[in-house]
């Protein structure tokens, strides 16, 4: 059974402490979803 993609968990970015920034989300979908994070062109890993 397929299922289209949603978020679980709305995308939030959030600035540490240490000065680190953490990107969260949750989505689900049949088949499973792939998530990348881009800033312009740039793939974060």
């Known amino acids: 059974m397929s299922l289209a993609p949603f978020f679980e968990k709305a995308p939030s970015i959030i600035n540490k402490p240490d000065g680190t920034v953490l990107f969260e ?3 689900n979908s049949n088949p ?3 998530v990348k994070w881009f800033f312009k062109v740039h ?3």
């Open 25 to 27: 989300c949750m989505c």
């Open 32 to 34: 499973e979803p792939t």
């Open 43 to 45: 793939l974060f890993v």
